[in-house]
């Protein structure tokens, strides 16, 4: 057993742990929950629910200790050892099987059910913190099915209620990060593209309800979606990070508050063959003019500009008197980074449009400067391997968004050298399968700009769709290839492995499309299969026929 390297319990909780190794670990939890885990931009769920929660319960207790010893294991890489032989790593394995064998004892069904949302958090973090994205995808899909039983229930209100003294946060917290990992198995699935849809299929011809379950999902939790009261109005300058914090979850509430009457809109205009290329012209330029579409990016656009001129005075304060690396600073540039990502993500009905995307220049090439100041920051930490993973923020995401559809090419190859400079996993996006997308995107892009105006190739361009199969040891691409004198629109993927990859890369093959959808991938995946798409549709009930 390995000894700590503290001696003291602290005291009031050394009645939760049964030795200082035990104390140890969950120190080192209540590290990863105050940096990285939960993100820069740390919210209650991780800054004081999850940490008293794992404190008091002895089914969330052992989950929390797995991580802590687990990021202990990984510690062992910066002085050369394997941390797969390391005593922190058996302990971590053997926490991990205490608290599933504690929440399959666990008493009432609403403390089952809180245990059990948080246990799949938890564990999808644990996984995803040693690299097996598989496992995560499964606790993933599990932890919310948990959820969309629990909201489709007709007890579904008293259950909640029964989650926390004041359920309001905690029970809206819970639904934002679970709605996040909904939109990341939009594109990493747990089998084939095919299986995914063919599943989906299958489920919405045997439930011709579904439309209606959705509505009532969303009009139960709708109470959970909206600002505290206060928070109407925004002050013309925020006077500190946590006010500005508050302020952005409650504009990203508003924003999802829109969502769920445009989706019905696009699944009509996404309804057609992929392989028609008029009909996917029509679909975009269709989404580009529809007025209720219009309204949702416009009223989305307005609710940003509210925040961001409050936000902006501060964060150039902050960033001019503190320290360049503190915690003020770092949430500050975090959210400053969510905020360029959304303000574009939000403009998707304008996917189509060359101009509109070409004008993104500037915010794709600030974001590539924010992300690499994160991770600088990040890889100078002690505990460098486990400050690679996070579960809450999508900096991989923003990166491969820039590396794929910023018009400037030296930004875009800024974007992948970042992408490949620093290796990380955030939930179940990883950078190294997001890089060989970005390099595979290199070349179509060569291919592309040989024909046409810079319109013409992009609307050829926006056609482009990656995924993750097999929890991402397949990797696909569709776009449009010229061959024989014609433009088609093709699938192609590859195997890949974090450990076998090449320095030659991965080798890409042609195969039949997986899917005869149209789908359009602008910040997020968007088909008639999905149920939640871009931000501000987010309190749609995920589609989850395939889990």
């Known amino acids: 057993m390995v000894q700590p390297s503290t001696s003291i319990l602290e005291l009031g909780m050394e009645r939760h742990f049964?030795?200082?190794?035990?104390?140890?670990?969950?120190?080192?939890?209540?590290?990863?929950?105050?940096?990285?885990?939960?993100?820069?931009?740390?919210?209650?769920?991780?800054?004081?629910?999850?940490?008293?929660?794992?404190?008091?319960?002895?089914?969330?207790?052992?989950?929390?200790?797995?991580?802590?010893?687990?990021?202990?294991?990984?510690s062992m890489q910066c002085i050369g050892q394997n941390p797969s032989q390391s005593d922190h790593y058996q302990n971590a394995v053997a926490y991990y099987c205490k608290a599933l064998r504690h929440l399959s004892q666990a008493g009432s069904a609403a403390a089952t059910t809180k245990e059990a949302m948080l246990l799949a958090i938890l564990f999808t973090s644990f996984e995803g913190l040693r690299g097996n994205v598989k496992s995560a995808l499964k606790h993933t899909y599990h932890g919310l099915l948990i959820m969309r039983e629990l909201c489709a229930s007709p007890e579904a209100m008293s259950y909640i209620d029964q989650l926390a003294p004041d359920p309001?946060?905690?029970?809206?917290?819970?639904?934002?990060?679970?709605?996040?990992?909904?939109?990341?198995?939009?594109?990493?699935?747990?089998?084939?593209?095919?299986?995914?849809?063919?599943?989906?299929?299958?489920?919405?011809?045997?439930?011709?309800?579904?439309?209606?379950?959705?509505?009532?999902?969303?009009?139960?939790?709708?109470?959970?979606?909206?600002?505290?009261?206060?928070?109407?109005?925004?002050?013309?300058?925020?006077?500190?990070?946590?006010?500005?914090?508050?302020?952005?979850?409650?504009?990203?509430?508003r924003m999802e508050r829109l969502g769920p009457r445009v989706i019905p809109l696009l699944d009509k205009f996404l309804a057609g063959d992929a392989r028609n290329h008029t009909k996917v012209e029509e679909a975009i330029e269709g989404i580009q003019k529809n007025r209720e579409v219009t309204y949702f990016s416009h009223e989305s656009q307005r609710h940003l500009r509210i925040w961001h001129d409050a936000f902006w005075p501060l964060y150039q304060r902050t960033?001019?008197?503190?320290?360049?690396?503190?915690?003020?600073?770092?949430?500050?540039?975090?959210?400053?980074?969510e905020y360029l990502a959304l303000s574009m993500y939000s403009m998707f009905q304008m996917q189509g449009n060359y101009d509109a995307v070409s004008a993104l220049t500037p915010k794709c090439r600030e974001i590539n400067e924010l992300c690499e100041i994160v991770f600088r920051r990040q890889a100078q930490d002690s505990r460098e391997p486990s400050m690679r993973f996070s579960i809450s923020p999508g900096l991989t995401w923003h990166l491969i968004f820039v590396a794929m559809n910023c018009r400037d090419f030296v930004v875009r190859e800024s974007a992948m050298r970042i992408l490949e400079t620093y290796d990380r996993q955030d939930g179940l996006w990883g950078s190294?399968?997001?890089?060989e997308i970005a390099k595979?995107?290199?070349?179509?892009?060569?291919?592309?700009?040989?024909?046409?105006?810079?319109?013409?190739?992009?609307?050829?361009?926006?056609?482009?769709?990656?995924?993750?199969?097999?929890?991402?040891?397949?990797?696909?691409?569709?776009?449009?290839?010229k061959e024989n004198g014609c433009w088609?629109?093709?699938?192609?993927?590859?195997?890949?492995?974090?450990?076998?990859?090449?320095?030659?890369?991965i080798e890409w093959k042609r195969r039949p499309p997986s899917s005869q959808r149209i789908t359009l991938q602008w910040g997020r995946t968007a088909t008639t299969s999905m149920g939640s798409l871009w931000p501000g549709m987010g309190c749609s009930a995920p589609r989850l026929a395939d889990s």
């Open 18 to 74: 049964e030795n200082e190794l035990q104390y140890l670990y969950f120190q080192e939890w209540q590290f990863l929950t105050k940096g990285n885990l939960g993100g820069y931009i740390s919210t209650k769920l991780w800054s004081t629910y999850l940490p008293q929660l794992t404190a008091q319960s002895i089914v969330l207790r052992p989950a929390a200790l797995s991580l802590g010893a687990m990021s202990r294991a990984l």
């Open 319 to 337: 960033l001019t008197i503190s320290e360049p690396c503190s915690g003020p600073t770092m949430t500050l540039i975090c959210l400053r980074i």
């Open 432 to 435: 190294a399968p997001f890089l």
């Open 168 to 253: 309001g946060q905690f029970i809206s917290e819970i639904l934002a990060l679970y709605w996040r990992l909904a939109v990341q198995t939009q594109v990493v699935s747990q089998g084939s593209a095919e299986l995914k849809e063919s599943g989906t299929v299958s489920a919405g011809k045997s439930n011709h309800s579904e439309e209606l379950d959705r509505e009532v999902v969303n009009n139960r939790l709708s109470r959970y979606l909206l600002p505290r009261p206060g928070l109407s109005d925004s002050p013309k300058v925020f006077m500190h990070v946590d006010e500005a914090l508050e302020h952005w979850e409650a504009t990203t509430r």
């Open 440 to 481: 595979r995107n290199r070349k179509v892009e060569a291919e592309n700009c040989g024909e046409g105006d810079m319109k013409q190739q992009w609307l050829r361009l926006s056609r482009r769709v990656f995924l993750l199969e097999e929890a991402g040891d397949r990797l696909i691409f569709r776009h449009m290839s």
């Open 488 to 505: 088609d629109y093709i699938e192609e993927y590859a195997d890949f492995s974090y450990t076998t990859t090449s320095s030659l890369g």
